[in-house]
């Protein structure tokens, strides 16, 4: 095992790891503890017993401290030193973290912030998605991506009007069994501990959900039997409605028909999103590494004017509108310097390729001495927690007739106003989301 925070832990017997950062003070509070045996059956969690449970009667706590030395124990004093910095860098809650040790699985949630879920009144008061990584992954790229994504979800749920701090949840252990209730239990008890709802990401199939839904927490969203669908439909409709304010921003209407407009990426949100705009009567262009669902997309959609175009040429159309629907960090500065479209507006994660918040701006104002009118996706592409939210909120009483008003609520009105404070205040777009959601999370 490379450098882990689960070294000193396993060495210990300890189950269970918090770091976290109160950045109003600029300190560090840490804890660990050894909080059920070895053998403990986490195929009846909620059943025989709960997550508030003491499990062991020889439970042992470490204090700040105590889990300094431990790791120094370890040689890992750098290691956690740099952790920890990652933490006040981002300004972050903190890691929590769990450890079970038969089947190596080690669950870390990414916690940004709690802020906007504490006076919810649900038992989750934090969402962010849950991703499996391979155990031999460094764990130092585990970390820096679950707080990157971590802190985008806190950004996320205050664009979608969401009463939820942000978080994202890492796992390193082996490709799940759906019929592993053991494994599946200790996710279930890890989570619930962590006050956080959920839905499957990256390496972790959705049906999970399903299953943890039948026998363990409530905590868990769009399983395949989601009253609500996949998030790829609404994901899409609320960058249509975004990206009709933008147009309706600078022209005065929100009329996209004989526009045209590229789609870079005909997955699971472009398909939905190109649909979008070729029933709105958009000159439209169509691109996707895959050349047969491009070919499936032009075969369905012979009304209207569609257009197939070479992935590596996209960035070099000459057109109104460019939509990246799919790989993120499309977009750097030689890219800019190139570009012909007049808006950047679509549903992709990480379109700029930054990797600092800094680095994203920079690009941004870039975008918009060209004239390119651009706003980080993560305030537009929001209705995909938007759907998540609202099955946990109704449970099966979710309909998407009540997500499709509250993307039509919340999306086009948050877009606008975001561009208008931008305008008013002399900076992008970009610039004016990060600005007021650090003035939500960090403000009094």
């Not at 009144?121 to 031999?136: D, L, S, W």
């Not at 004017?305 to 460019?322: C, E, F, K, N, R």
């Not at 975001?418 to 777009?429: D, F, K, M, S, Y």
Request: glycine share 8%; hydrophobic share 40%.
């Amino acid at each position: 095992m490379t450098d882990s925070i689960f070294t000193p832990m396993a060495s210990a017997g300890l189950t269970t790891l918090k770091l976290q950062y109160d950045w109003r003070s600029d300190e560090h509070r840490l804890f660990a503890a050894k909080e059920w045996e070895p053998g403990q059956d986490f195929s009846q969690y909620n059943k025989s017993f709960y997550n508030e449970n003491v499990l062991t009667p020889d439970a042992v706590y470490l204090n700040s401290r105590q889990v300094r030395q431990l790791f120094a124990d370890h040689g890992l004093t750098d290691y956690l030193e740099r952790i920890m910095e990652l933490l006040r860098q981002g300004r972050h809650f903190g890691i929590e973290a769990y450890f079970h040790a038969e089947k190596d699985i080690r669950f870390m949630c990414h916690q940004h912030s709690r802020k906007l879920g504490v006076m919810n009144k649900r038992h989750a008061i934090m969402a962010g998605g849950i991703r499996r990584h391979p155990r031999h992954e460094a764990e130092i790229d585990v970390v820096v991506d679950g707080l990157n994504l971590g802190r985008a979800m806190s950004f996320k749920n205050i664009a979608a009007d969401l009463d939820f701090g942000g978080c994202k949840t890492t796992v390193q252990m082996d490709e799940l069994d759906l019929n592993d209730l053991e494994a599946l239990g200790f996710l279930s008890f890890a989570l619930d501990r962590c006050r956080t709802m959920t839905g499957p990401d990256m390496n972790f199939p959705t049906e999970m959900s399903d299953v943890i839904n039948e026998h363990f927490s409530a905590q868990f969203t769009n399983g395949p039997s989601s009253p609500l669908g996949e998030s790829g439909k609404p994901t899409a409709y609320g960058t249509y409605l975004a990206l009709k304010e933008a147009v309706r921003f600078t022209e005065g209407t929100g009329e996209l028909d004989g526009k045209s407009v590229a789609v870079m990426g005909l997955g699971a949100v472009g398909w939905h999103l190109a649909e979008l705009l070729n029933a709105d009567g958009a000159k439209l262009f169509v691109a996707d590494v895959n050349r047969e669902r491009v070919s499936k997309f032009i075969s369905a959609h012979s009304r209207g004017h569609v257009m197939a175009v070479d992935v590596a040429g996209v960035l070099d159309l000459d057109a109104d509108i460019l939509c990246p629907a799919a790989i993120g960090g499309i977009i750097d500065e030689d890219v800019i310097g190139r570009l012909r479209y007049r808006y950047v507006f679509g549903p992709a994660n990480n379109q700029l390729k930054a990797t600092s918040q800094a680095e994203e701006e920079r690009l941004a104002r870039l975008l918009a001495d060209r004239g390119i009118l651009f706003q980080t996706e993560w305030w537009h592409n929001t209705a995909g927690v938007m759907c998540g939210a609202e099955e946990y909120i109704n449970g099966a009483n979710a309909s998407y007739e009540s997500l499709q008003q509250r993307i039509e609520r919340t999306i086009p009105a948050k877009t606008r106003r975001n561009l208008e404070q931008a305008g008013e205040l002399g900076i992008t777009p970009t610039e004016n989301a990060y600005r007021t959601c650090a003035d939500i999370i960090y403000g009094n």
